[in-house]
Each structure stands twice: as structure tokens, then as C-alpha cells.
């Protein structure tokens, strides 16, 4: 009687046991459905409507995002102006330093030109072509140019510079040693020995030093190619007499978290 008992008591604890476990499962599961009205995971769900909202939410005070970038508003980073100033030494011992530039877009390619003309009269040309199939990026060089020419080729290429998430573009000059690089994120970036030629440049567009700057692409984020990309890409390259292309491994995180 007492060994009938004892496996009853057995039997009840394994049930209790099942059925605890049972609750606390289905509490975690509603919880996770309910999240923001979708299951949670490490990777954010990007839906129609929540592109459509950012798309019409681009101008943050007096900062307007490029028609390439998609930013949802979901952490702590409000885009804005602004550069920071960074340092490293080279191995020759002498000191670069790093640029990083946030405009907004009425700004931005007005500015890439005038960095571009501190440049002196010759320069090299570095086409950035994201749009491949294997998650890798293609490099078009054109070197020994006049620094005017490819102004004013870059001039007619605007909206592709801005539109284009999956284009970016770096112009250099051995002579200035320094490099100036409009990224596929619509920033700015230099590099140089001697900076102060940008700075004055960055002060008359009104873009002051903030060693707090977050930029967007540090939060959640898109970036958008056009219809017309493929063309106005091989448009560009004929502009430029591109001299030879590289296939670079590695392509990009076109969203960020």
C-alpha cells in the first residue's frame, strides 16, 4: 500500500513539475510575441511600412540624410553635423590624421569638391562599386588626372553620388598626401599629414569639431541603390577612362544594429 502511494506522490510531483514548466514556457513565448507586437531576436525585422516612415522622417534639426540612407529611428543616435579628429602613426614614424565628416546633403558634394581642389592639379581617382553578386566590391583606378576634369565629371554625377548606397568614391594625391573618400554611408572622410587646409574649409561650411559625434551608421540603418545605378556607374567609368579594376573581397552590412 505504502510502495502504491509512493509511486502516486512520484507521479503527482512529475506532473506538477511538466505542468510548471508548461506555464513558464507559454509565459515566454507571449512575451516574445509580444514584443513590440513581433517576436524579439537579435536582428531587427524591417518591414514596408517601417521603411515608408523613414523615408518620409529624414531632416533631424538642421540635418538632412542623402535619398541613399534609410535610417530608423530605434537607439540613442540623432543624426547631426559635425567632424571628429583622429591619429595614427605611420610606419615612416610620421603622424595622419583621419577626418571624419558628417553633413547634411545640401552640403555634402559642395564640399567634396572643395576638398577635392586642395588637392593640386593632379590626382588619382578610386570608383567604389558595391553592386555585386558575391557580397564583394569592385575597385575602378584611374590615375594621373586633372584635378579640374574630375570635378567637373563628378558635377554631373550628382544624383548617383547621393542617390547610390552601393557607390562611394575616393580621390587621392601623392604630391598633397592626403586622400579625400565620399563613403557609400554619404560621409566624408580625409586623410592627411597636414589638416588645417580641410578645417578651414569644414569651418567655412560651417561644420564644427564635436568630439561627441555619433554618426548614423552606428545605429539602424539602410542604404538604398537606384534604378538607373548600373548605367550611370559604367557612365562614370567612361567619364574618368577608368585604367584597370579589382575585384576586392569583402562587400558590406548594408543594415547595422
Known amino acids: 500500500m505504502f510502495a502504491d502511494v509512493g509511486i502516486i506522490a512520484t507521479l503527482f510531483i512529475f506532473y506538477f513539475i511538466y505542468a510548471f514548466y508548461d506555464i513558464i514556457r507559454d509565459c515566454v513565448a507571449s512575451f516574445k510575441q509580444g514584443y513590440n507586437g513581433k517576436e ?148 566624408i572622410q580625409i586623410y592627411a599629414r597636414d589638416i588645417s587646409p580641410f578645417q578651414q574649409v569644414l569651418a567655412e561650411f560651417g561644420i564644427q569639431e564635436d568630439t561627441e559625434l555619433r554618426f548614423f551608421f552606428e545605429d539602424f540603418y539602410m542604404l538604398l541603390s537606384t534604378d538607373v545605378g548600373d548605367f550611370a556607374v559604367e557612365a562614370l567609368k567612361n567619364r574618368l577612362c577608368i585604367d584597370h579594376s579589382i575585384m576586392q573581397a569583402g562587400g558590406f552590412e548594408a543594415m547595422n544594429n
Open 40 to 187: 524579439y531576436n537579435h536582428e531587427p525585422v524591417i518591414t514596408k511600412d517601417m521603411i515608408q516612415e523613414a523615408m518620409k522622417n529624414k531632416t533631424f534639426g538642421n540635418f538632412t540624410l542623402p535619398p541613399a540612407v534609410v535610417f530608423f529611428k530605434d537607439g540613442d543616435v540623432i543624426p547631426s553635423e559635425g567632424y571628429k579628429v583622429e591619429k595614427r602613426i605611420m610606419p615612416d614614424g610620421n603622424i595622419q590624421s583621419r577626418i571624419l565628416v558628417s553633413a547634411s546633403v545640401e552640403k555634402v558634394l559642395d564640399m567634396f569638391n572643395e576638398f577635392i581642389a586642395l588637392l593640386g592639379d593632379t590626382c588619382g581617382v578610386v570608383l567604389e562599386d558595391f553592386r555585386t553578386d558575391k557580397g564583394d566590391h569592385i575597385d575602378h583606378f584611374a590615375y594621373y588626372k586633372d584635378t579640374f576634369v574630375v570635378r567637373s565629371i563628378l558635377l554631373d554625377f550628382e544624383e548617383l553620388l547621393l542617390n547610390d548606397g552601393f557607390v562611394g568614391l575616393a580621390v587621392w594625391s601623392e604630391m598633397a598626401q592626403a586622400e579625400v573618400q565620399l563613403t557609400m554611408h554619404k560621409v
